[in-house]
């Protein structure tokens, strides 16, 4: 097991506002105890070898490896037009995985946003012949495409289309590609979605290629029957809190040992910072302590 962080405080600032750079964030990164930094296609300002390069240069002498790049394909939209594009997106973002970490790492694949009008059937029909088309490129550059099961991306309307279990496992089994097709496991975002992170956890360990220990809090007034009554669509509410990692609702000790019992040696990353590098600091530590414990 591998530690990375990833700055879900600085989201917005780097990839919304363009208040900080990426090369921002790797300088801060510096006074962190990790080995890698994960990435967000949204980090960049520029698609260009050259630009992407100098991004992985800099991550090398900060003394860090790209373990993930975190990409959200929207593979659901109505219009084919649109379909297309993100295929050929996710083709090029895998590309730029294989520049900044070369080959092993990770590149994360989303099915999409979760339209009102696209049903369960014809939205899994288009993700499937989706990934399916990318894949080829995943095999030629030696990049692994991470299925995570998310919430949504900050920057989309709708929430993800395989957001709940029932439609991520499906979507999971009905992909046959073992060595280059896997599953970036989230188990805060099981919760968000209202289901068990290890029963999930449990269905997919075989599967799982890297993970975000991310970890959340509810907020006074709320219970877990609220979010597993849910439809999945809470969100980032108020009611469910960023927090440091192994101090909100997962169980971590649970997680890392199912984990190390399946034998995984991939990327484990914190999501997290919400109030600060200090936290983000703690949750590192946190994972330190873990892998002492289980690894």
Same mark, same amino acid.
């Given at each position: ?10 989201l917005?600032?780097?990839a919304g ?17 990790a080995?890698g930094l *994960? ?6 300002t ?13 991550i090398?002498?900060?003394g ?5 790049l975190?990409?959200s ?12 594009r993100?295929?050929? #997106?996710?083709a090029?973002? @895998?590309?730029v995985?294989?520049?900044?970490g070369g080959e092993?790492?990770?590149c994360?694949? =989303?099915?999409g946003?979760?339209?009102p009008?696209v049903?369960? *059937?014809q ?11 990318v ?9 692994v ?7 949504k991306?900050?920057?989309w309307r709708y ?8 439609v991520?496992?499906e979507l999971l089994d009905? @992909?046959?590609e073992?060595?280059?097709?896997g599953v970036q496991?989230?188990p ?14 449990q269905a ?7 993970? #975000?220990? $991310?970890d959340?809090?509810?907020t006074?007034?709320?219970? =877990?029957?609220? =979010?597993?009554? $849910?439809?999945?669509?809470i ?5 469910l809190q960023?927090g440091v ?6 169980d971590f000790?649970k997680i890392?040992?199912?984990?190390s ?6 990327w484990v990353? @914190?999501?997290?910072?919400m ?10 530590e946190?994972l #330190?302590?873990?892998r002492?414990r289980?690894?």
């Open positions: 097991m591998k530690i990375s962080a990833f700055p879900k405080c600085y917005d600032d780097i506002d363009r208040a900080m750079s990426v090369f921002d964030w790797i300088e801060m990164a510096k006074s962190l105890p080995e *994960e990435m967000y296609e949204g980090f960049f520029s698609l260009d070898d050259s630009y992407i390069l100098e991004v992985r240069d800099a090398a002498a900060a860090f490896a790209m373990p993930m975190c990409c394909p929207n593979f659901t939209h109505p219009e084919a037009d649109e379909r297309k993100a295929v050929e #997106h996710e090029k973002m @895998i590309r995985t294989k520049l900044l092993g790492a990770v994360r694949v =989303l099915s946003q979760r339209y009008d049903s369960r *059937e939205g899994l029909e288009w993700v499937i012949e989706c990934i399916e088309q894949l080829p490129v995943a095999r030629e550059q030696g990049i495409l991470g299925l995570e099961n998310h919430y991306d900050g920057f929430p993800e289309f395989a957001q709940k279990m029932d991520f496992l009905a @992909i046959s073992r060595e280059y097709f496991y989230d805060s975002n099981a919760i968000v979605a209202g289901d068990d992170p290890l029963e999930l956890l997919v360990k075989r599967r799982v290629v890297s993970m #975000h220990a $991310s959340r809090f509810l006074e007034g709320y219970t =877990l029957d609220d =979010l597993r009554d $849910s439809d999945g669509t969100g980032y509410s108020p009611a960023h990692t192994g101090q909100g609702l997962n000790d890392f040992e199912t984990l019992e399946v034998g995984f040696a991939g990353s @914190i999501e997290d910072g109030n600060g590098m200090g936290e983000m600091r703690e949750s590192l946190f #330190h302590l873990m002492d289980y690894f």
